[in-house]
Nanobody, 127 residues
Framework: QVRLVESGGGSVQAGGSLRLSCVVDGFGGCMGWFRQAPGTKREGVAA?????????YYPDSVKGRFTISRDNDGLLVILQMNNLKPEDTGIYYCAADPTTYLCSDDSAWSPGQRMYWGQGTQVTVSS
């Protein structure tokens, strides 16, 4: 059974930083972070392999501002978010992707039906 537990959300002003954590139980492989603002579709913002070589992936919207990382055992996945903007506001979800679709240079950053999800953590960025 896969269990993902996020923490670290909060409220910051534009230009600030937040660090999100995801504790991983029962999964190893392709993992990522998604976000969803009210009235919008859930979209991926970062992905990483938690086993083997630590390759990371980002959509253009967050490149240079967000950094995903993991601990050596792959049991903790971190999302460091810098230079936050109001449009980064939303609920952030940790995701495990058994299809590995998310961990690809061609990723469309959309949620997959077989993904596992955490409960989400709120991030609010004010202008």
């Amino acid at each position: 059974q896969v269990r993902l537990v996020e923490s670290g959300g909060g409220s910051v002003q534009a230009g600030g930083s937040l660090r999100l954590s995801c504790v991983v139980d029962g999964f190893g492989g392709c993992m990522g972070w998604f976000r969803q603002a009210p009235g919008t579709k859930r979209e991926g913002v970062a992905a990483i392999w938690t086993t083997g070589r630590e390759r990371t992936y980002y959509p253009d919207s967050v490149k240079g501002r967000f950094t995903i990382s993991r601990d050596n055992d792959g049991l903790l996945v971190i999302l460091q978010m810098n230079n936050l903007k109001p449009e980064d506001t939303g609920i952030y979800y940790c995701a495990a992707d058994p299809t590995t679709y998310l961990c690809s240079d061609d990723s469309a950053w959309s949620p997959g039906q077989r993904m596992y999800w955490g409960q989400g953590t709120q991030v609010t960025v004010s202008s």
